[in-house]
C-alpha cells in the first residue's frame, strides 16, 4: 500500500533554514509528480511545490519562491523540501502528496501525515 | 493566479441531510479540480478529482460536478463521520490554489 512519511519538522529561529524530506513506498516512485502542502494553524490548505517525475519541472507558491526548493531523489524514494530563509508565517503541518497518475497531470491521491515546522525565536 | 472562494463558509447540518458546498474560480479552469476532506489534526482525505471522478475507497455519497468556473461538492445522506472541513484546489496552472475550506459541523 502507498505510504508517504514526512520527517524533518521541528523549531526553527526566524531566517534560519530546515529541510523536510518524505519516504514514499508502495508505488513506483520514479513515475510521479510529488507536492507539498502546508497547513498553518487556524488557515487552510496552502499549496507549496511539485516537482515533476523525472526533476524536469519545478514549481512554486508565490509565497515561498525563490526560498523554498523541492528536489527529488528516486533512487531513494524521496523527495524533499529545502527551506531557506524561514518566517514566522512559514509556521504549519506540511504534507507531501502524489500525483494519482504518472505523468503531468497533478491531480492527488495519497497524503502523508504531515510534520510540524514551527519557526520562532 | 487563480483565486478560488467557497460558500458557504461554514454550515451546520443534521445526520441524513443532503449538503451542497460550491467552489468558484476566477477563471476558466475546464475540470481542473479536487475536492478534499480534512479533520482537526489529521491529514486531508482526497476525494474527487476531475470535478466528478471519486478517488478509489471514497464512498458514493460523496459527489461532484461541474465545469469552467463553477463546481459543486454534494454529500447525499450526512453521517457522524462526515463532519469535516472541505476545500477545493484548481490544478489547471501554476501555482495550484485552494479554496478557504467549507467547515460542516454538527446542528
Known amino acids: 500500500q502507498v505510504q508517504l512519511v514526512e520527517s524533518g519538522g521541528g523549531v526553527v529561529q526566524p531566517g534560519r533554514s530546515l529541510r523536510l524530506s518524505c519516504a514514499a513506498s508502495?508505488?513506483?516512485?520514479?513515475?510521479?509528480?510529488m507536492h507539498w502542502v502546508r497547513k498553518a494553524p487556524g488557515k487552510g490548505l496552502e499549496w507549496v511545490a511539485v516537482?515533476?517525475?523525472?526533476?524536469?519541472?519545478?514549481y512554486y507558491a508565490d509565497s515561498v519562491k525563490g526560498r523554498f526548493t523541492i528536489s527529488r531523489d528516486n533512487s531513494k524514494n524521496t523527495v524533499y523540501l529545502q527551506m531557506n530563509s524561514l518566517r514566522a508565517e512559514d509556521t504549519a503541518v506540511y504534507y507531501c502528496?502524489?500525483?494519482?497518475?504518472?505523468?503531468?497531470?497533478?491531480?492527488?491521491?495519497?497524503w502523508g501525515q504531515g510534520t510540524l515546522v514551527t519557526v520562532s525565536s | 493566479d487563480i483565486q478560488m472562494t467557497q460558500s458557504p463558509s461554514s454550515l451546520s447540518a443534521s445526520v441524513g441531510d443532503r449538503v451542497t458546498i460550491t467552489c468558484r474560480a476566477s477563471?476558466?479552469?475546464?475540470?481542473?479540480l479536487a475536492w478534499f476532506q480534512q479533520k482537526p489534526g489529521k491529514a486531508p482525505k482526497s476525494l474527487i478529482y476531475?470535478?466528478?471522478s471519486l478517488q478509489n475507497g471514497v464512498p458514493s455519497k460523496f459527489s461532484g460536478s461541474g465545469s469552467g468556473t463553477d463546481f459543486t461538492l454534494t454529500i447525499s445522506s450526512l453521517q457522524p463521520e462526515d463532519f469535516a472541513t472541505y476545500y477545493c484546489?484548481?490544478?489547471?496552472?501554476?501555482?495550484?490554489?485552494f479554496g478557504p475550506g467549507t467547515t460542516v459541523d454538527i446542528k
Open positions: 476531475a470535478a466528478s
Open positions: 508502495g508505488f513506483t516512485f520514479s513515475s510521479y509528480g
Open positions: 516537482i515533476s517525475y523525472d526533476r524536469s519541472n519545478e
Open positions: 477563471q476558466g479552469i475546464n475540470n481542473y
Open positions: 502528496a502524489k500525483n494519482k497518475y504518472s505523468g503531468d497531470s497533478h491531480a492527488v491521491d495519497y
Open positions: 484546489q484548481q490544478y489547471y496552472s501554476y501555482p495550484f490554489t
